[in-house]
């Protein structure tokens, strides 16, 4: 037995679970990871030397092997749904014990982390996983402590990540082979049988929005968030692909973070200490910030080089359309360190509506605003997923209704409070279709969506007229610098207004329909911004 590096508290891995194993390579440096997937051959570089991984047959999260084990702790306090599956203590008990025999005889690589930039909601995470690379990850994603924090290392949380364990269903209890398992109790994420590394982030995040909004009283938030020059904070809900990580990334303000934040009593903090971008169809010239951030301790997912060459080829989705890449904060060259802002100024939420029916911009209400941060609303496009012939509208509570253990309106309740306290100003802004829906129409540019948020956050917006959607209520402005004021009203972009009126009265009407599982907790302000179908 051989212990490279250490683990600071305990050296003997046998008190958390794990016996006879061969090696525990433990907080390794990032240089010293790539090194180690590369020599079992588990990885190769790419030109920009980035470490390039294929994390096998799961290239994203599987929402449907998600449990969270069902005890004294969670039983009255967990929205029990199809994202929050219970599941029991003594096949949890038994679970882990098989992943802890599963890592006997063979290397395991521990990595000690920090979740949470203010310190006063810090918690510690330890990963002990079976490849060199998922342990990488957990380094980049999370916060890494200094030396002297090192000497000291106590875990809050561990994580057991066994992407080559395959759990047997009729014995240990999962839907199938795969699992994600989060315990309250004993503070332990179980994954296996998956590569995928966003199971590790999404864990965290998962029990960072158990525990801040009901033990600290701060609002957990699936948003990115940034930083100006006059210290005014700007946060971004959105579900994946509406733009969140790159709107983020703005040369002119610093970057909090990606993805992940909480909302305390005295301003915005990161969760995370790196960021983990999507990849399909990146360019410099798009997104010059992320693609620099594609070296040396950075990790690309199931990206596919240009024959013959290293070099990533960013358009193929050959392996899947969900390609990605993970990096510390430092590698973005505005990135605030420690990642902590002052209050919100300005709120946006974000949505890629693939039917061209809502406005590029929008200011709302409070109301409003707490109407779509319950919908969570965008839309996937054809060709995404199987089965997907036309968009189809998605509503997500509070745009990341998989990672929330306690109910939406828990969550919704805190933004409304927040809102009344601080006052930013809340815009909807829509980064999808505009002409007409997706195959007709055409997605709205970036630069558009940048001018229209800038206008916003330099006051320009608040200054102007604004005409009232009949349908929607959202208050659209009439006029914004170097943005074609025909764009503003969609209704106007489309040749045949009748049919735009016809497909806007359809996604209200979902928009309706989704709503009517929150009705009977949602206030008069909240309903009364519904869409009107009649």
Not at 29 to 42: F, H, T, Y
Not at 187 to 211: D, H, V
Not at 309 to 330: C, G, H, M, Q, W
């Amino acid at each position: 037995m051989a212990i490279i590096g250490k683990i600071s508290q305990h050296s003997d891995l046998n008190l958390f679970g794990i016996k006879d194993y061969t090696n525990a390579f433990c907080n390794l440096s990032p240089d010293e990871l790539v090194k180690a997937s590369l020599d079992r051959n588990m990885a190769t570089l790419s030109d920009t030397d980035a470490l390039c991984i294929n994390t096998g047959k799961f290239t994203g999260r599987s929402p449907d092997d998600k449990f969270t084990v069902d005890n004294s702790i969670t039983h009255d306090t967990v929205d029990w749904n199809k994202f929050n599956q219970a599941f029991s203590t003594e096949k949890f008990d038994a679970l882990w014990k098989r992943v802890c025999h599963y890592f006997e005889g063979k290397e395991v690589f521990i990595q000690d982390n920090f979740a949470c930039a203010d310190t006063r909601y810090r918690i510690s995470v330890r990963i002990f996983a079976e490849y060199p690379w998922s342990a990488q990850f957990a380094g980049n994603m999370f916060i890494r402590p200094s030396s002297e924090e090192l000497e000291n290392f106590s875990p809050d949380w561990c994580i057991y990540c066994a992407p080559g364990f395959l759990a047997d269903p009729l014995r240990d209890g999962t839907r199938q082979s795969n699992f994600s398992i989060i315990d309250f109790a004993s503070k332990r994420i179980l994954i296996g049988g998956s590569g995928y590394t966003g199971e590790i982030k999404k864990g965290i995040f998962t029990i960072l929005n158990y525990i801040l909004p009901q033990d600290k009283g701060v609002l957990s938030m699936h948003c990115s968030a940034n930083i100006g020059a006059e210290g005014d904070t700007t946060i971004f809900f959105g579900l994946s692909g509406t733009g969140k990580t790159t709107l983020s990334a703005d040369p002119n303000r610093g970057l909090i973070g990606d993805d992940e934040h909480g909302w305390s009593d005295t301003g915005v903090f990161n969760f995370e200490g790196g960021c983990y971008a999507k990849t399909i169809d990146l360019t410099e010239e798009k997104e010059p910030d992320i693609f620099h951030a594609i070296k040396n301790e950075a990790i690309l997912e199931n990206i596919v080089f240009f024959d013959g060459t290293n070099k990533p080829d960013f358009s193929n989705a050959s392996i899947t359309e969900n390609t990605r890449v993970s990096y510390p904060l430092k590698h973005i060259r505005n990135a605030v360190i420690p990642s902590t802002g002052g209050h919100p100024k300005n709120i946006f939420f974000l949505t890629c509506d693939a039917y061209g029916i809502l406005p590029p911009i929008s200011k709302l209400t409070t109301g409003q605003a707490m109407y779509h941060f319950i919908s969570g609303y965008t839309a996937k496009v054809a060709g995404t997923e199987a089965g997907i012939t036309e968009p189809k509208a998605t509503f997500s509570a509070c745009f990341g209704a998989p990672f929330l253990p306690l109910h939406p309106t828990k969550y919704a309740e805190m933004l409304g409070k927040k809102i009344d306290t601080y006052k930013p100003n809340i815009w909807l802004i829509n980064t999808g279709w505009s002409g007409g829906a997706y195959g007709t129409g055409k997605r709205m540019k970036l630069a558009y969506t940048r001018s229209m948020i800038t206008a916003a956050l330099t006051g320009k917006l608040n200054t102007g007229e604004f005409t009232q959607d009949p349908i929607f209520g959202l208050f659209c402005p009439t006029s914004c610098q170097d943005v074609p004021s025909e764009l503003l009203n969609p209704r106007n972009t489309w040749a045949d207004k009748a049919d735009y009126d016809m497909k806007a009265l359809k996604l209200a009407a979902l928009f309706n329909k989704n709503f009517e599982k929150y009705k009977d907790k949602a206030s008069a302000e909240i309903l009364n911004a519904s869409p009107k179908t009649a």
